[in-house]
């Protein structure tokens, strides 16, 4: 091969080489990967982003370790696309949280790498959630008030319905007290007040009787104290006479309960006498026979009469 033609290849190979590492670094870019970047990618899925923009710092453990990249809008969520230093070591457990970096500033991605041990590769994908910052709170809020004002809304129309239904009820209560106080009052002039007046004239007429016989009521005070005092002096007196007759009157009651077990039992002559039948128809026999021997009397007295002889003196002749 001539110098010429060789000279000729190299060049045609050379420009077909940059060629192909031009259109390989231009899909590269399109694509949005940087083969000379210090940065490795990954994916964070939140289910809103509000706020946060492309260039947005990413950090670490509160270090900015990185900026956010792009985003893709999905149907329920957004994935973030973040850049992070390639010193950083993220994690299967890795966590993303969206926060404010100021009180009222723009945002950052915080990112706790995790610990599992089983590392993500590039453009992994991981969860993340969204803490609203105050402009959350805001809007919070007014959707809060707008519901408040509904609800105090109602709470009017309520207290008006109630206020409606109570005014007609306590017009009818009031009424209903009125009838009542009406009907009280009639009962009081038709039965109380004779009643009351009736004890009122009772009074009166006790009073009366009081002061009248005042002087009657303190002779029998002063005779029922006298009384009281003689009957004290008497029981001091006979206080030994009184014990004596007590202690009689135990005697009394022991001696008649052991008579009356006597009587109750049966191994003693008194208690035969009592829980015995036979003394009883020996009674009933004896008078029996009585009352026969009465009847043939009354039916026959001579039989009995003809060997007595009776002399009757009735002139005191002595015959």
Do not use: C
Request: proline fraction near 2%; charged fraction near 25%.
């Amino acid at each position: 091969m001539r110098p010429e033609e060789k000279r000729q290849e190299i060049i045609v190979g050379v420009v077909v080489l940059i060629i192909l590492t031009i259109t390989v670094m231009g899909i590269m870019w399109g694509n949005k990967a940087d083969i000379f970047s210090s940065r490795s990618y990954y994916t964070v899925r939140v289910a809103r982003a509000s706020g946060l923009e492309e260039g947005d710092p990413v950090t670490v453990s509160g270090v900015p370790k990185g900026v956010v990249d792009d985003f893709i809008v999905r149907k329920d969520s957004v994935d973030i696309i973040i850049g992070v230093d390639k010193d950083i070591m993220l994690y299967s457990d890795a966590f993303a949280i969206i926060s404010n970096q100021e009180l009222l500033g723009s945002k950052k991605v915080e990112v706790n790498p995790g610990n599992s041990g089983r590392r993500l590769g590039d453009r992994a994908l991981f969860r993340g959630a969204f803490a609203g910052g105050l402009e959350d709170i805001f809007e919070t809020t007014g959707a809060i008030s707008t519901d408040f004002q509904t609800l105090l809304g109602n709470f009017n129309k309520t207290v008006l319905l109630l206020n409606k239904a109570m005014e007609e009820d306590v017009q009818a209560s009031l009424h209903t007290i009125h009838n009542t106080s009406k009907l009280i009052d009639s009962l009081m002039v038709a039965d109380i007040q004779p009643g009351l007046f009736a004890m009122k004239s009772a009074l009166q007429k006790a009073e009366h009787m009081v002061d009248t016989k005042r002087e009657d009521i303190d002779t029998i005070v002063t005779n029922l104290k006298t009384v009281s005092n003689t009957l004290n002096t008497v029981v001091d007196d006979n206080k030994d006479k009184l014990s004596r007759s007590l202690a009689s009157l135990d005697k009394i009651s022991t001696d008649l309960s052991r008579l009356s077990v006597r009587l109750k039992d049966p191994t003693t002559s008194l208690g035969r006498m009592t829980t015995s039948d036979s003394l009883y128809v020996k009674l009933d026999s004896i008078s029996y026979n009585i009352n026969e021997i009465v009847k043939e009397i009354k039916a026959d007295p001579k039989k009995y009469l003809e060997h007595i002889k009776v002399n009757v003196d009735m002139f005191g002749g002595g015959k």
